[in-house]
């Protein structure tokens, strides 16, 4: 394998924490403009995620300088019946028409303890058009591709633009009489700045994990695909030579055949022409205090022959302060560097999840870090 050398730096954009709420799930994107954004969701420390309000900052001189945040919604959230629709959808942007598109989900709720999993139309898949000018969600629909009019809590991933235009986009969902999830990659193409369905693959499952496989990232590297998944025992991978027809899955392991130990909580992929890095965190003897023990984040080199994850490459990407660093997203924002972007998730364990006096004592400050990865 050729030697992919690389700098990192660690970089707090904001910080704050107010006791009741937290920044989580900040996501990198580009405009046709030139300009670079994060968007963030604000969470409410009552319950377990209980999404709200969603923000912007925005950077016109390559990611050196921030604005300050403003709101960013796809649709305002409503009431029906008591019931709650928080309506969240993030802008992607597609290199081949120097556009962006629209994505993300709708998350229903009967109070602030936590959202409604079960039922019907509960949680279901949004596609929409983004207006990079005003930076505005233009419009928002119920995405129902076909063969999934059964699936319940269908979510869509990050995509993975391939040389021709279309777009790859993994998702995780469960037929509505089952409680574990399976993974499916579609196909889609962009008109117009909204997504076309082309295919589907077959169902990625595995009956003997408690709740199924979720979460799943997507790859390319020499033609083979890559898709990383995550369930409550472990982390997969599966292989696929078309985007379509993947492997069973596999337990990540280290090259020294210890298993990785990343467990119910996602991973994601850095992808260089030359290689690939797995994102993820995992357990070790000094994070117990943290929740799923997710934090710090890694960074390591993946061993595409061996298929297996290079110990001696591993580096802490986001530091541990007392919070953990779940929700974080890994964009390639220029030919030659890419983002790993995070916030300090103040909540501690279940079922007091509200409780932050753990993070804070740590040292933790809802914190949204951002780690340039510059080769």
Same mark, same amino acid.
């Given at each position: 394998?050729?030697?992919?050398?690389? /700098?990192?730096?660690?970089?707090?954009?904001?910080?704050?924490?107010?006791?009741?709420?937290?920044?989580?799930?900040?996501?990198?994107?580009? /405009?046709?403009?030139?300009?670079?954004?994060?968007?963030?969701?604000?969470?409410?420390?009552?319950?377990?995620?209980?999404?709200?309000?969603?923000?912007?900052?925005?950077?016109?001189?390559?990611?050196?300088?921030?604005?300050?945040?403003?709101?960013? #919604?796809?649709?305002?959230?409503?009431?029906?019946?008591?019931?709650?629709?928080?309506?969240?959808?993030?802008?992607?942007?597609?290199?081949?028409?120097?556009?962006?598109?629209?994505?993300?989900?709708?998350?229903?709720?009967?109070?602030?303890?936590?959202?409604?999993?079960?039922?019907?139309?509960?949680?279901?898949?949004? /596609?929409?058009?983004?207006?990079?000018?005003?930076?505005?969600?233009?419009?928002?629909?119920?995405?129902?591709?076909?063969?999934?009019?059964?699936?319940?809590?269908? /979510?869509?991933?990050?995509?993975?633009?391939?040389?021709?235009?279309?777009?790859?986009?993994?998702?995780?969902?469960?037929?509505?009489?089952?409680?574990?999830?399976?993974?499916?990659?579609?196909?889609?193409?962009?008109?117009?700045?909204?997504?076309?369905?082309?295919?589907?693959?077959?169902?990625?499952?595995?009956?003997?994990?408690?709740?199924?496989?979720?979460?799943?990232?997507? #790859?390319?590297?020499?033609?083979?695909?890559?898709?990383?998944?995550?369930?409550?025992?472990?982390?997969?991978?599966?292989?696929?030579?078309?985007?379509?027809?993947?492997? #069973?899955?596999?337990?990540?392991?280290?090259?020294?055949?210890?298993?990785?130990?990343?467990?119910?909580?996602?991973?994601?992929?850095?992808?260089?022409?030359?290689?690939?890095?797995?994102?993820?965190?995992?357990?070790?003897?000094?994070?117990?205090?943290?929740?799923?023990?997710?934090?710090?984040?890694?960074? #390591?080199?993946?061993?595409?022959?061996?298929?297996?994850?290079?110990?001696?490459?591993?580096?802490?990407?986001?530091?541990?302060?007392?919070?953990?660093?779940?929700?974080?997203?890994?964009?390639?924002?220029?030919?030659?560097?890419?983002?790993?972007?995070?916030?300090?998730?103040?909540?501690?364990?279940?079922?007091?999840?509200?409780?932050?006096?753990?993070?804070?004592?740590?040292?933790?400050?809802?914190?949204?870090?951002?780690?340039?990865?510059?080769?």
């Amino acid at each position: 394998m050729k030697d992919i050398p690389y /700098t990192m730096y660690r970089e707090i954009l904001t910080e704050g924490f107010d006791g009741n709420t937290c920044r989580i799930s900040p996501r990198a994107f580009r /405009t046709p403009d030139g300009k670079t954004h994060i968007s963030y969701t604000i969470l409410l420390l009552s319950g377990s995620d209980v999404f709200t309000d969603r923000y912007v900052i925005t950077s016109c001189d390559g990611g050196k300088t921030f604005s300050e945040p403003v709101p960013f #919604a796809g649709m305002p959230q409503t009431i029906e019946n008591g019931i709650r629709s928080v309506y969240n959808l993030n802008a992607y942007f597609h290199q081949k028409s120097n556009s962006n598109f629209a994505l993300g989900r709708v998350t229903r709720y009967a109070d602030d303890s936590g959202p409604i999993l079960k039922g019907r139309d509960l949680m279901r898949a949004l /596609t929409g058009t983004f207006d990079p000018v005003s930076m505005r969600f233009t419009s928002c629909e119920i995405m129902i591709p076909p063969g999934t009019e059964e699936l319940d809590n269908l /979510t869509f991933m990050e995509p993975l633009e391939e040389d021709d235009g279309t777009v790859l986009i993994p998702a995780y969902a469960r037929p509505g009489d089952r409680r574990q999830h399976e993974v499916i990659v579609f196909r889609f193409s962009v008109e117009g700045g909204k997504l076309r369905f082309m295919e589907r693959s077959r169902s990625i499952f595995r009956p003997d994990l408690s709740r199924g496989l979720c979460e799943p990232r997507l #790859a390319k590297l020499y033609g083979k695909y890559y898709l990383t998944m995550r369930s409550d025992e472990s982390g997969w991978y599966a292989v696929s030579g078309n985007g379509m027809d993947y492997s #069973a899955p596999e337990e990540w392991h280290f090259d020294d055949g210890e298993v990785l130990g990343s467990r119910n909580t996602q991973q994601a992929w850095l992808t260089r022409p030359e290689g690939l890095f797995l994102v993820y965190t995992r357990e070790t003897p000094h994070n117990r205090h943290i929740f799923r023990n997710r934090a710090p984040l890694f960074i #390591a080199r993946f061993d595409e022959e061996r298929e297996c994850i290079i110990r001696d490459s591993e580096e802490i990407a986001v530091p541990e302060m007392g919070a953990r660093l779940g929700n974080f997203t890994v964009t390639e924002m220029k030919p030659d560097e890419a983002w790993i972007c995070v916030c300090e998730w103040m909540q501690t364990t279940l079922p007091d999840c509200s409780d932050s006096s753990v993070c804070v004592r740590y040292g933790a400050n809802n914190r949204l870090w951002r780690t340039r990865i510059v080769f």
